[in-house]
């Protein structure tokens, strides 16, 4: 019997520790594909605690994004994270294509799909974490892994639509800080429009300056990389063959079972469902203690492949 049904974006730590009568913190969770090089958060956030008590005003955070991205304040606009910058994307363009093997939330917010309309592409790309070759363009391009996969923060096409999700990068996806970085100032204008009122928590707004100042793609992706090869050669010893990618995650085609096995162990990966692939797991490069108890808990289930 199945511990916990595959939810459609993953994260589900919090169910899965009720289901174990465990606390949250005990859970693994490598279903949320964060970074593992990021500095704690948690210091940065509790310094703007009094943000809590005045409503939200994010214009010192959008700023600090300008900054970082070297683009115009006036082409970005804020979000409740990745999911809501999608949301708003496609209630300005309702009617695009992405296709099958792609992130499921651009198809589930799309009002209809055109294979002739405006395409939508992540990149890297989720769930295989490949990196997508230079001439490749798109309409609008969800960067959510770009600076953990490359170091830089954006590619900087002309043109396109960029949606990003900052709490995958500063690991801390409680805060929920998303972004659309627009073409031009008109189009932000429009997304900005469709937003809700104090969109970006209070707490979020203030915290986002200094926890940009404080990150270092660079460093980021010089600390994944040895995580990522470490990861793909401990699911290689037990069987399973992970596709090549350049995110901090990895894709794994043919792991059927896998996913039930590790819950009862209080470890949690992506189901390949929401992607069309039901047999195949996304799994997040760990940290090194979240890849020992990995490691563990795949040899303590090495005798129930296929379960």
Known sequence: MTL???????????????????????????????NPAAADPAPVVVRHLDAIGRYPDDSAAVAALAEVLSVDRTRLVLTNGGAE???LVAALHPIGWADEFEFSLYRRHLRALDPDGPHWMSDPHNPSGRLAPRDCRAFVRD???????????????????????????????????????APDDGTAARIAHLRPRWSLNGLAAAALPDLLAA???????????????????????HGLDACPGAANFLWVPAARGLRDRLLPHGVL??????FGHPDAV????????????FERVLWLTAGAEGG
Not at 5 to 31: F, K
Not at 282 to 288: D, H, L, M, N
């Open 282 to 293: 996304r799994i997040a490069v760990p940290t090194p203690a979240g890849l020992e108890r």
């Open 143 to 181: 960067e959510a892994f770009y600076a953990l996969a490359t170091g830089t923060w954006t590619r900087g096409d002309q043109g396109t639509i960029v949606v990003g999700s900052l709490t995958k990068a500063l690991a801390c996806p409680g805060l929920r800080i998303g972004y659309v970085l």
């Open 4 to 34: 916990l049904s595959p939810g459609p974006h993953g994260g589900d730590a919090q169910r899965l520790a009720w289901a174990l009568g465990v606390p949250v913190g005990e859970v693994l969770d490598l279903s949320v594909s964060l």
């Open 269 to 274: 990966v992506r189901s390949g469902a929401s």
């Open 85 to 87: 910058a999608v949301a």
């Open 215 to 237: 990150a270092d793609p660079a460093a980021w992706v010089a600390g994944i990389g040895p995580l990522r090869s470490d990861l793909t050669d401990l699911l290689h010893r």
